[in-house]
Structure formats: structure tokens, C-alpha cells
């Protein structure tokens, strides 16, 4: 009934009292069956119990009269006769209320007894064959093996069975063997990733701010904590208190902080102009929407401009919920602008982050810069094999050694201050050459815009002979000024080196080009929020140093030998720099902070006394590989490709990386906003609570409740909504529909679920399982429910045409992510790495170009990482990826609990033409051909088919691939110029043995395997 009077009456006869203009009530007993007086002044009674042709809701609904009719003949929702019949026997039953089935606490009741125990494999069975055998329907029997285990694998990691891993499976005959295999892989650390993809909808995750210039945050650490907590099995209840409240738990850890991201990813902007406090409003009711959809399965937002229609959802409610976010640390506008003053924010701009962050360990970052540093040193060690294995080679080091001796024997680092020849700059700049060497400037003229360096200071310099590999510049408090290395007056300033090279004689200087430069600590540098490890030109020094010495060691494109007379150019364009100096060094390919060998000074001593004579093996290495690092001469390729590596190991910040978190204050003030209207302040006050209608035992102590009172609210055993809306979410994961099918509304406008006993059973088990998320999912995917085939039964169509019984299990398409996964692990190429920064994948030219505030330029990544899963792939709301939005990837502007699923050309073409999925079918034709070298078509198509799809093909898909294998071999034989087109789609590196030909024809055949509707779908 209630579903009935929800669509019906509720609209204006509901819990919004504002919209009820007949003040009739129908969603309460007590109101519906009391005599009151309407509009027109007629004392009326909406519900007679058991005298439907007395009752006022019958007359309006069977009324002819347009005047009078309910629901208005423009209503959306018209009631159907069946509608009608049930309202009218209800009545005549004596229309008794009972409370909405997701507002009761669920209750556990014993698994209904079956004829068919024979088809019983857990509690689950029981309620759903109670169902079939009511009808009349037989369940389908189990999938073949070969099905269960690919189905599991996608459903469990989002990838499918590797040929060796079916193998194992099908000979294992023993009992338990489809058991172990659901072990394995819930172990498999891929598990928290196909996880991570649902809840990351729910949460909104995006690596993007959505408003205005929808900028880059920095947010990551938040996607890999949810992987690690599903990996963890992490209990639910834990995972809750820790993403609302990690920061107010006692002695939190670095892991809690980063959970509270969840917090942090309403959408933001620093849009010049915009309101602060309509943004701070903004953001309130997208934290009310999110934790409400995620945690609750409810539709409060509905109440943020009026009391829920159809619910009993206050607009206090609304805002009472909002006021639990009230001391997270934010701003309605992320920067300081004259109209919209922000101190906290000073010096922010377009590029900077959105703060407060936490900067934490990331074990990606770790792993990476670790198998960075070990390639730099196999291919330095590569060219120092060959330096040292010609004797000329090891004359040359010698040379380099007794050409440096004196800076790298008086330095470790090798670093000799420079003296200063002239120093030049804007006339009313006051430039002073002080006694240790360094250039105090005041001053400066200040450019239009801040950090905008036009004026410069310009040094001339005179170097001693012997390379050059790096620059330092040491940023030095002005002692006799302000104490600080800046003169702005929040502590930070600007400086843009270039370097020229005058050689003796030379009227003309030669600009030298600087590869990057690397600060001693993190800069106040960013680009699109990344901080700029690596500063190709700008560096922009953090405030909170400014009393502190800072320095940037710039390293040469390619190192210089200084003769005798010959002069540097230096020109530091600045804004605010206070004092200055440099320094010069032979040693070259080194970041900021690293050290040299210990016995590099003492090698260097041997090697000049002795012309190398009585070097060991070891010390000519060392000495062999600081000459290749301080020339370059010998390999430039390789000189370029290690410079490359030295800022891409800068870029992994030592395993450190920045993230989001919530950050307590003093909670701003909470109000009714009437309509919803930010401006208007006449609401009355409200302190944290939840909705009234379900929180009738909590307990208040006087104190304000915070987040961490909300968390434990949500995961109280009080809290009907908590365990059904998660326990609804995963079988909506594993069977295609959930037993409420609108999982993320268990309210009256949601369905009645199919299988209610079934759905409070498994809350209740969750709950008493520890709030166990493995053990849930080990529960659904072991019934004989899901082990069914996936077969369509013409029977049931009319019976059952949307498998809501489940006499069969439900076949559906992948999502986005695992569409690209898919292709690329059968391919070989998917990168297995667990963690870390979100990638970016092959994209079309121009794709980015309305965006703005900075400007965008996608970079496609050009290493393994363009291989990573889809659960990393870079998430511009406004923007989202072609391919995933192709596949009906949502923008994360809002929650998602579930993704549509959508049928359009666009897919066949994406999939045709999309670089990943062209090199995927490259790679995947290279496997069919050489693992291991197969020469026949039967066993290369037999093998494809065993990757693709985890079985054999037919005779008839056989024969029809054979055809069409040879008709494109044709093709490309006429052809060849087209085959080494498809040759080159991709970063992947074929073999260079196998004829382009075939190669080209057997991609076509991989292509089309790639598209087949049984490759997308897991039946």
C-alpha cells in the first residue's frame, strides 16, 4: 500500500506540510482517519476505515470530475485500476498503517524451509527458492566450471581467469574446490580495486574540484586507503567512523586522517566573484546528499528547500545533519581576493592546492623511485662499462679528475662559490655586493602582477677553469633587513634564473639550458596542484621557511668546461628575493639533498697523484661514473634519458605525497536556510543531530555532537538504514539488481524489496559477523543463487521479466573500467602495481581546450603507467574521460550508487578506434602468435580464445575467423604501408622477428575477439 499512496498522494499529501495545501495528511493514520475542514470549508474525512465509499481519498479517486479527481489529470503518476482495488480493499480491511519496512530495525528470521533442499547451499538459497517453488519455477542448474570461475574472477578482481589459472581450476575435482577458489581470490590484493570502483561513485572520487576551472586536488592517498581497507577487510563499522570522523578518533593514525578525505571531495572553486558563503552553503548540502546516500540509502537532500515530500525527512533534519560538518576547515572560495579576503589562502592561485593536507608515506611512490633509482644506476653502470673498457676512456676520467681536483678536494659536493665580476640591475634597484660573497637586493619594482618577475638582477661572473654540471642558488635571510629570504610580506618570493656562457674574447654570451632545478625542500611551486619538484624555470619559495636559508641546485642540459677568462651571465629575475648566492659544481646528475660517496675525495687525491695507476676496480668506478655525470660527453642519449629519470625519481617526493584531510575548527554557525536560500538568515539555529524521526533513544549530554557522535549514530544498532543499504549495495554487485532495486533510496520512493526476510536476514548477519565485508561477499557468491547459469528462459518472460525471482543469474555488462582492464590484462600489457597517483591514459588531441583557469595540456603517460587499471585513471569531473564516459562512467559531480547502463554506437566505434584497445588487439595477436611459438591458425585461435573468453572456440567461429584472417592478410599484403600503420598505434613494442603482415591481419582477428558482446559481458 504505502509504495502506492507514495506515488499517488504523498506529493502533496505527504510530510511537506508547505506543499499540502488541503492539509490533508495520508502518510500518517492519526491525520488521515481524523474529520478536518478543506479549503472550501467542508468538513471531510480522508480515510473511513472499513467504509472505503465514506472515505474522501476513494470518492477523489474514482471522481470523473476534473475538478475533483485525484491525482490531478496533469499529475505525473496516475493511480491504475489495480492501484484502486488494492486502495479499496485496504480500507475495507480497515486501512491499517504499519511504518515504512527500511524504517524498522531488520529482524533475522529463520531461513524458510524448501521441497528442493537438494539445491541448498546456504541460508541464501532458502528464501530465494521459497520464492521459485511459490510460483511454480524451477531455478536454472550451475553454470558450467569454466563460466563460474570467470564470472567469480570478474566479479571479484574485474579481470578475467588467466589460461593457467582455469587449468588449475578445472582439474581440481576435489571438494571445496570452487570454495578455494573464492579464497584466492578475495586474497588477491586486485580485490580492493574492483571494490574501490562502486564506493569511489558512492563518495564522488575525483582527482578534479568540478567548479568553475575545475581544477586539480590532490586526493589519491583517499583511493588507496579504500583499497587497502577492502584488501584489509577492514570491518565496516570502522570504515564508517574513519572517512566521517578519523581525525576526532583518539590517538588517530596517519591512515584515520587520510579516511577523512571522504570530507573533502564536495566540490569546490576559486572563481573570482564567487560568493563565499553561497559556496559554504554548497558544500554543506553536498555533504548532507553524500553521507545520506552512502551510509543511509536515503534521499535527505530532497529536504534542503522543504520538508521531504514523500518521506519523514524535516528540512531541520536537512541542516541539523549539515551542522555535524560545521568544524571541518574550509573556504567558500579557495583564494584571497580583495572582494573575497582569505589571509589563510595569501599568495593562492589558480595552480595551488586546495587546502588543509596531510602530507603522508605512499608505498607506490616508494616502490617507484626505488625501481627508478635502480634503472638510472643499471644504465649509468651500462656506460661506465663502456667509458672504462677502452683506455683512452679511462685516460679521459683521469683527465676530468686532475681538471677538477681542486673543488671536488676542498668540497664533498664539489660546489666553489664564484666570484662576482659586475652586478647590474633596474636603476631603482639598490643592489649590495656583501663580504661572503652574496648580492642583497632592495627595492626591486614590482610588476603588474604578482609573481610576474620582470625585473632582474644581472651578475657577471668569473668561474674558475673545469666543468660545470650544476648551479646552486642559496636563498639567504637579509640580516640587516627583515630577517626573512623574502621582502613580500608574507615571506615568499619569485626568482627565474638564466645562465649564459661569455667566452674569453666573445662579445656575444650562449644561453645555456637548464634541465631542471631541485630545491632543498618543497617549493611553493605548483602547477595544476601538483607541487613542481623539478622547477624548469620558476621557483617559488614556501613562507613558512622564509627565516631560513633555502636552496635550488639547477643541473645543466649539457655540462660546460670553463677555460681560463671565460665568464657566466647570470640574471635572477625576481619580485621579492632579499639576498643571493651561487655557487658552481662539476658533479652533475644529483638532486638537492643527495650525497656523494665518502671516499670520493680520497679517490680523486689517488687518481691525480698516481695518473690512476694504483686505483682499485671500484674506485675507478666511482670516479668513472661521476665523469659520465658531470660531462655527459660520452653518451648524450643516455645523459638526457638520466637527467629525465633524476626529475621523475624528484617527482616521487622520497615516498611522500600530499592529500586532502579534514581539519577540526571552531564549527561555524548552523541555520534553517528558508527555500534553501543562502542569503537569507532568518532561520532558526540547529546543532548537530540526526533525523529526529529516527534518532528517538539517542542520548545528549549538553555537549555539541560531532562527527564521530554521527559516525557511531550510523553504525548503531538503533540505526535500521546502515547494514541494508550496504548489505542491498553488494548484492546489487553481484546480481545485477538489488533486492531493492533503487539502491541508493530505501525510502517510499524507492521499490519494495523482492526478498524482504532475505534483505534483513543478511543486515543482520553483517552486523553479527563483526560488520564483515569478506563474509558477506563470500556468503553471496557461494549460494547455489549465484552459481546458476546465465540462460534465457522464454517461460519467464512474461512470468518474470526482470529476473526478480532469480530462477537464473543475471548476465551484465562490465563497467567502464574494467572494459579497458579487461582488454589490456588479456593483452598482457595491464600494469599489476597497487596504489598511487591516478594515471592518464591515451586521450584525443584537444579534448581538454575549453578548459581553463590555467590552461590544460594533457600529457598521455609514456611508461608503464599508461597501463595502469582503470580505477587509477585520472577523473576530471567536467571532463571525464572519453572512453569511460562512453561506457557510462558518471562524473562524480554527484554520488552514484549505481552506474546506468547504456547500449550506443559510440561504444563499437570507441572500441574499434581507441588507441588502448588497437594496441590491446596488437598485443594480444603478438601473445596468439609466440606463447609459445605457434605456427597453425587452429592452435593460435585456440589459444586466443582460452585468453579472451576462457574456453574454445567452436568449428563455426573457427571456420569464420580462418576466413577472415586470410581475407586480411590479403588485404594487408597489397597493403604494407596499412600494416606498419597499426603497427605503430601505441607505446607497446612488438617483436621486430614477426612479419608486419601477419601480425597486422592476426590484430584484426584480435579486434574482433576484443569486441565480441560475450568479451564485455559476465554471464
Known amino acids: 500500500m504505502r509504495p502506492i499512496l ?7 499529501h505527504g510530510p511537506d506540510e508547505e506543499n499540502n495545501q488541503s492539509k490533508l495528511r495520508l502518510d500518517l493514520r492519526d491525520f488521515a482517519i481524523a474529520p478536518h475542514v478543506n479549503k472550501a470549508g467542508r468538513t471531510i474525512t480522508g480515510i473511513v476505515p472499513g467504509k472505503p465509499d465514506e472515505s474522501e481519498v476513494w470518492l477523489r479517486l474514482t471522481s470523473t470530475d476534473p475538478v475533483k479527481m485525484m491525482p490531478p489529470p496533469d499529475a505525473l503518476h496516475q493511480a491504475t485500476d489495480l492501484d484502486r482495488a488494492i486502495i479499496r480493499r485496504w480500507i475495507e480491511q480497515g486501512a491499517e498503517y504499519a511504518p515504512h519496512w527500511s524504517y524498522i530495525m531488520p529482524e533475522k528470521v529463520a531461513p524458510p524451509a524448501v521441497a528442493s533442499t537438494g539445491l541448498v547451499r546456504n541460508a541464501i538459497d532458502h528464501f530465494v527458492l521459497r520464492k521459485l517453488e511459490a510460483a511454480d519455477i524451477t531455478p536454472h542448474p550451475e553454470a558450467d566450471r569454466a563460466t563460474l570461475l570467470r564470472r567469480l574472477s570478474l566479479d571479484l578482481v574485474g579481470l578475467p581467469p588467466t589460461p593457467a589459472e582455469l587449468d588449475t581450476f578445472l582439474n581440481d575435482v576435489s571438494p571445496g574446490a570452487y570454495e578455494r577458489a573464492v579464497d584466492r581470490l578475495l586474497e588477491s590484493p586486485h580485490y580492493g580495486e574492483r571494490m574501490a570502483v562502486p564506493w569511489l561513485d558512492l563518495v564522488r572520487f575525483s582527482d578534479t574540484v568540478g567548479f568553475h576551472g575545475d581544477q586539480r586536488q590532490n586526493i589519491f592517498p583517499y583511493r588507496d586507503y579504500i583499497i587497502d581497507a577492502f584488501n584489509q577487510n577492514k570491518p565496516y563499522d570502522d570504515f564508517v567512523r574513519e572517512q566521517l570522523a578519523g581525525d576526532l578518533l583518539p590517538d588517530a593514525t596517519p591512515e584515520q586522517i587520510v579516511a577523512t578525505g571522504f570530507n573533502r571531495l564536495n566540490l569546490m572553486t576559486r572563481e573570482g566573484g564567487a560568493q563565499p558563503l553561497e559556496y559554504l552553503a554548497k558544500s554543506a548540502a553536498d555533504r548532507v546528499r553524500a553521507v545520506s546516500t552512502t551510509f543511509m540509502g536515503s534521499t535527505v537532500g530532497c529536504a534542503e528547500c522543504h520538508d521531504h515530500k514523500y518521506d519523514p525527512f524535516t528540512t531541520r533534519d536537512f541542516y541539523s545533519l549539515a551542522a555535524y560538518f560545521a568544524d571541518v576547515k574550509q573556504w567558500g572560495v579557495y583564494s584571497d581576493y580583495k572582494y573575497t579576503p582569505n589571509p589563510d589562502l595569501k599568495g593562492f592561485n589558480n595552480d595551488f592546492p586546495f587546502p588543509p593536507e596531510m602530507d603522508v608515506e605512499n608505498d607506490y611512490l616508494k616502490r617507484r623511485a626505488a625501481r627508478l633509482q635502480a634503472a638510472q644506476a643499471a644504465r649509468i653502470s651500462e656506460v661506465v662499462d663502456s667509458i672504462l673498457a677502452r683506455p683512452e676512456g679511462r685516460s679521459r676520467v683521469i683527465d676530468w679528475a686532475r681538471a677538477n681536483a681542486d673543488p671536488l678536494l676542498a668540497s664533498n659536493g664539489g660546489w666553489s662559490a664564484i666570484p662576482i665580476v659586475q652586478v647590474t640591475g633596474d636603476a631603482a634597484t639598490k643592489i649590495t655586493q656583501m663580504d661572503d660573497g652574496s648580492v642583497r637586493m632592495e627595492n626591486i619594482p614590482k610588476s603588474k602582477q604578482e609573481g610576474d618577475e620582470k625585473y632582474g638582477t644581472r651578475l657577471i661572473l668569473s668561474p674558475a677553469s673545469g666543468m660545470i654540471a650544476a648551479m646552486q642558488l642559496e636563498a639567504l635571510p637579509d640580516l640587516q633587513g627583515s630577517g626573512t629570504v623574502a621582502r613580500s610580506s608574507f615571506g615568499s618570493f619569485t626568482v627565474s634564473p638564466t645562465i649564459e656562457l661569455r667566452r674569453q674574447g666573445s662579445a656575444k654570451a650562449e644561453k645555456l639550458e637548464l634541465a631542471g632545478g631541485f630545491p632543498d625542500r618543497d617549493s611553493w611551486t605548483f602547477s595544476n596542484a601538483y607541487m613542481v619538484t623539478s622547477v624548469e624555470d620558476r621557483w617559488r619559495t614556501d613562507p613558512q621557511f622564509a627565516d631560513e636559508t633555502q636552496r635550488v641546485i639547477y643541473q645543466l642540459e649539457s655540462p660546460i668546461d670553463i677555460e681560463e677568462g671565460d665568464e657566466l651571465v647570470v640574471t635572477l629575475k625576481t619580485t621579492d628575493l632579499a639576498r643571493a648566492r651561487l655557487y658552481v659544481s662539476p658533479l652533475g646528475l644529483r638532486r638537492n639533498g643527495e650525497t656523494v660517496a665518502s671516499d670520493l675525495s680520497s679517490t680523486i687525491a689517488t687518481a691525480v697523484t698516481s695518473g690512476g695507476a694504483i686505483l682499485s676496480e671500484g674506485q675507478w668506478r666511482l670516479l668513472g661514473t661521476e665523469y659520465f655525470k658531470g660531462t655527459g660527453t660520452t653518451d648524450a642519449v643516455s645523459y638526457a634519458t638520466a637527467l629525465e629519470t633524476l626529475r621523475e625519481i624528484a617527482a616521487c617526493r622520497d615516498g611522500m605525497a600530499f592529500t586532502m584531510v579534514t581539519e577540526p575548527m571552531e564549527p561555524l554557525i548552523t541555520r534553517v536556510l528558508p527555500r534553501g536560500n543562502w542569503q537569507d538568515e532568518s532561520g532558526e539555529v540547529v546543532a548537530p543531530a ?29 540505526n535500521p538504514l546502515t547494514a541494508r543499504t550496504q548489505v542491498n549495495r553488494l548484492w546489487n554487485q553481484f546480481f545485477g539488481t538489488g533486492l531493492s532495486a533503487v539502491v541508493d533510496d530505501l525510502g517510499l520512493q524507492g521499490e519494495y524489496p523482492s526478498h524482504p526476510e532475505l534483505l534483513d536476514w543478511l543486515a543482520v548477519e553483517f552486523v553479527d559477523s563483526g560488520w564483515d565485508v569478506k563474509h558477506m561477499v563470500r556468503l553471496m557468491v557461494n549460494s547455489a543463487t549465484y552459481r546458476q547459469q546465465s540462460v534465457f528462459r522464454p517461460e519467464l518472460q512474461d512470468m518474470d521479466p526482470d529476473n526478480r525471482l532469480l530462477a537464473a543469474h543475471p548476465s551484465r555488462r562490465l563497467e567502464a573500467e574494467f572494459v579497458r582492464d579487461n582488454a589490456l590484462f588479456i ?47 585520472h577523473w576530471q569531473r567536467t571532463f571525464v574521460h572519453p572512453m569511460m564516459a562512453n561506457f557510462d562512467a558518471p562524473s562524480r559531480e554527484e554520488c552514484t550508487a549505481d552506474r546506468t547502463v547504456s547500449n550506443t554506437p559510440q561504444q563499437a566505434l570507441t572500441l574499434l578506434n581507441d588507441p588502448s584497445f588497437v594496441e590491446a588487439a596488437r598485443a594480444l595477436a603478438e601473445r596468439a602468435m609466440t606463447e609459445p611459438a605457434r605456427t597453425d591458425f587452429e592452435t593460435r585461435i585456440e589459444h586466443a580464445f582460452r585468453l579472451v573468453l576462457a574456453r574454445s572456440p567452436s568449428a563455426e567461429e573457427a571456420t569464420g575467423l580462418k576466413k577472415f584472417y586470410f581475407t586480411q592478410h590479403a588485404n594487408y599484403s597489397d597493403e604494407p604501408d596499412d600494416a606498419s600503420a597499426l603497427d605503430s598505434v601505441g607505446l607497446h613494442m612488438t617483436d621486430a622477428m614477426l612479419d608486419r603482415v601477419e601480425l597486422a591481419a592476426w590484430t584484426q582477428v584480435a579486434r574482433v575477439l576484443l569486441n565480441l558482446n560475450e568479451t564485455l559481458m559476465r554471464y
Open 6 to 12: 507514495s506515488n499517488t498522494c504523498f506529493k502533496c
Open 690 to 718: 540526526p533525523p529526529a524521526f529516527l534518532a528517538k533513544n539517542v542520548s545528549t549530554s549538553g555537549e555539541r555532537a560531532t562527527r564521530l557522535d554521527l559516525a557511531e549514530w550510523i553504525v548503531s544498532s538503533e
Open 827 to 873: 593483452a598482457g600489457l595491464l600494469d599489476p602495481e597497487i596504489g598511487g597517483p591516478s594515471a592518464t591514459p591515451y586521450q584525443p588531441d584537444g579534448y581538454y581546450v575549453s578548459l581553463n583557469f590555467p590552461k590544460r595540456r594533457y600529457q598521455a603517460e609514456r611508461d608503464e603507467r599508461q597501463y595502469r587499471r582503470g580505477v587509477y585513471n
